[in-house]
């Protein structure tokens, strides 16, 4: 019922929340979408081809995402065309900017995209007062191009690749909020758990850090190895393990949940 209530209103319920690990489940997601299926393979195929030349999963997903940006860093981060970016960039920004994020905050987006949401974030606050963490080089470049489209560059906004969820390079306590939208949709549980240390690290007593997540029945699921599914309580349990205190955001509405980790303390 705790999930239930918390979903996004604009995709049914049993359309986000079931057991995909079923054989039921992939039978009828063949049929419902039978186009689907070559590029379903093609995607398996290429997978494979990366995987050989790759040192561990993040190596991996970085260059699934560089080779998508080759055609289209916008497809590469999800966006299927020029609408899409902007309206997901658009939601992002208002909920953030509606739920605490204040002008004078300092914000890390990690897997900041090409910003489709970055730059409505950096134009909001401070300069410098705006960091962007990614995986992918091509997917940065193509940010850099946003920035100058939009004529931030006054900004300075500290943008990093990076080939790990450490975020070492970042300094202890002195993010107000950290956001990640999409972005643990697409790792495996290891690396989530590594990330959230990592970022209990960087974020300000009293900060909280919001990432979204693809919902699941029972047991975690993975699709092509680029889409990972959870249980809303695996997750919350992991962000307790890492010392925040934790909760669905029931306001959210989109096609993900929404999770804020809390950094308990003063601010
Ligand atoms: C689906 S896209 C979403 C991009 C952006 N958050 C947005 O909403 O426009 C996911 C992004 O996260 C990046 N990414 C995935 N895992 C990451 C990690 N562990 N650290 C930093 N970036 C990561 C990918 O390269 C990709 O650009």
Not at 92 to 117: I, P, V, W, Y
Not at 127 to 142: A, E, N
Not at 161 to 186: G, I, K
């Amino acid at each position: 019922v705790h999930k239930i209530t918390n979903l996004a209103t604009r995709i049914p319920v049993t359309a986000l929340i079931m057991d995909r690990n079923t054989f039921g489940y992939k039978l009828r997601r063949a049929s419902q979408a039978p186009t689907k299926i070559i590029p379903y393979f093609r995607r398996l195929w290429r997978n494979r081809n990366i995987r050989k030349t790759s040192h561990g999963f993040l190596d991996f997903y970085g260059k699934v995402i560089d080779e998508i940006a080759k055609d289209s860093p916008s497809l590469a981060i999800g966006a299927s065309n020029e609408d899409t970016w902007e309206s997901v960039g658009q939601l992002q920004f208002d909920f953030l900017s509606q739920h605490g994020l204040k002008q004078t905050d300092h914000l890390l987006e990690l897997g900041c995209g090409n910003l489709r949401a970055g730059w409505r974030f950096i134009n909001y606050l401070a300069p410098y007062h705006y960091t962007g963490i990614d995986i992918s080089g091509r997917v940065l470049c193509s940010a850099l191009d946003t920035l100058v489209k939009h004529n931030l560059q006054s900004k300075h906004p500290l943008l990093y690749v990076t080939d790990t969820c450490a975020c070492d390079f970042l300094p202890e306590e002195h993010y107000d909020v950290v956001h990640a939208h999409s972005v643990y949709s697409h790792l495996p549980i290891e690396l989530i758990n590594q990330s959230l240390e990592a970022v209990y690290r960087i974020v300000k007593p009293g900060g909280f850090f919001d990432f979204t997540f693809l919902p699941t029945e029972n047991a975690p699921y993975s699709f092509c190895d680029e889409d990972f599914y959870y249980p809303g309580d695996c997750l919350l349990a992991a962000c307790e393990k890492a010392g925040f205190s934790a909760a669905i955001m029931p306001d959210w509405k989109y096609n993900q949940l929404k999770i804020r980790a809390k950094k308990l303390g003063k601010q």
